[in-house]
Every structure is written in C-alpha cells, then in structure tokens.
T-cell receptor, first 117, second 114 residues
Framework: DVKVTQSSRYLVKRTGEKVFLECVQDMDHENMFWYRQDPGLGLRLIYFSYDVKMKEKGDIPEGYSVSREKKERFSLILESASTNQTSMYLC????????????????FGPGTRLTVL | KQEVTQIPAALSVPEGENLVLNCSFTDSAIYNLQWFRQDPGKGLTSLLLIQSSQREQTSGRLNASLDKSSGRSTLYIAASQPGDSATYLCAVRPEDTNAGKSTFGDGTTLTVKP
C-alpha cells in the first residue's frame, strides 16, 4: 500500500515564525502536492512538484515556498507564519503522467492541523 | 477554468438505504475523476478512480459512474451503514497537465443514522 506520512498531526506556532511541514511518500511517486483545506473554501492547491527540484505554483502560493531535494520528500515552508495561515494542510502524491498502471491515483497523508497564534 | 460542484452539500439517510452522490464539472477535457472519503480531522482516502475512457468502476458496495460528455459523475453507495458517515469529495484531473493537478469539489457530508 502507498503510504504518505506528514511530520506532525498538530502544530502550534507564533506569528512570524518560520514553519516547516514535511511530507514523505514511500512509493517512488514522481508527483507530490501540498493543499490547504478550510471550511467553506474546500481544498486548494498551494504548490506541486513533478520531479526532484521541480516545482510549480498552485492556486494560492503566496506566503509559501517548497523544497524537493529528494524524490520521496516534499517540504512546505511558511517563511513568516501569519494567523491567516491557520489551516489543515494536506500532502498528496501520485505517479507521473502517462504511467497507466494505477491511472495516476492521488494518495493523501493524514494532514497537519496548523494553528498560528 | 474547471469548476467542480457537488450537490447536495449534506445528506442524511437511515441505515440500509441506497444513495447517490453527485459530482458535476464544467470542462469535459478530463484525464480522470477520483472519489475520496474524508473523516473529520483526517486526510483523504481514495475510494475509486475512473479514467476518462471508462464508464464506471466498482469496489464493494460502491459504484462510480462517469458521463464525460455531460460533465457528471455519480457515486452510488448500496445498503448504507453508519460507518459510511463521512464527507465525500470528487476531484477532476485535466488532460493538459503532466503533473496531475486536480480540481476538487467542496464535498457532500453524509450522515447515516442507525
């Protein structure tokens, strides 16, 4: 089974702190994603990566950056946390485009509930 | 821009009932559509994935159908159980991306009463 893990289930940080959210997948997937989920706004894509050191902005990249130095790990960085970044953060992974075996199914981690005070 | 809508936003049914959840999308140029389940405070669990060339997929008591031309998918749950209570989301992946960037619906929150 595909396993996507996230470094923390719950995190509390102060305004202005630098925050790192880590995501690791164990199935050699090319694609990795970071989403945030807020009541009434649904799931929104922050950044995604389709290969090591490759990244693309999603729908709401402002205030975030990402790092993918190894294929299995995708980090989301909040350079200076703000209260409006309080949210549930979800990481996901999938095989690359054109690999038909599993039809590019997305697999999600358990989520990190981040609170910024 | 792709828009994905799930109606109703919430549904409550008695145990044992068969039910249908709906997902509609505005751009039919899709690569696949995936249904997820999310329990409160948890991540998303993949239920079924339908490729654009397929009409339906089945897993246990779940059956998902896809009508790409009309921009609709349904998730059929047979003989519902209280354990099926969760939020169900659909996600549509477009054809023209090599990274699987998907658009999600807001979900339907299902409550199955014992």
């Amino acid at each position: 089974d595909v396993k996507v893990t996230q470094s923390s289930r719950y995190l509390v940080k102060r305004t202005g702190e630098k925050v790192f959210l880590e995501c690791v997948q164990d199935m050699d997937h090319e694609n990795m994603f970071w989403y945030r989920q807020d009541p009434g706004l649904g799931l929104r894509l922050i950044y995604f990566s389709y290969d090591v050191k490759m990244k693309e902005k999603g729908d709401i990249p402002e205030g975030y950056s990402v790092s993918r130095e190894k294929k299995e790990r995708f980090s989301l960085i909040l350079e200076s946390a703000s209260t409006n970044q309080t949210s549930m953060y979800l990481c996901a992974s999938s095989l690359g485009y054109g690999i038909a075996i599993t039809y590019n199914e997305q697999f999600f981690g358990p989520g990190t509930r981040l609170t910024v005070l | 821009k792709q828009e994905v809508t799930q109606i109703p936003a919430a549904l409550s049914v008695p145990e044992g009932e068969n039910l249908v959840l709906n997902c509609s999308f505005t751009d039919s140029a899709i690569y696949n559509l995936q249904w997820f389940r999310q329990d409160p405070g948890k991540g998303l669990t993949s239920l079924l994935l339908i490729q654009s060339s397929q009409r339906e997929q089945t897993s246990g008591r779940l059956n998902a159908s896809l009508d790409k031309s009309s921009g609709r998918s349904t998730l059929y749950i047979a003989a519902s159980q209280p354990g099926d209570s969760a939020t169900y989301l659909c996600a549509v992946r477009p054809e023209d991306t090599n990274a699987g960037k998907s658009t999600f619906g807001d979900g339907t929150t299902l409550t199955v009463k014992p």
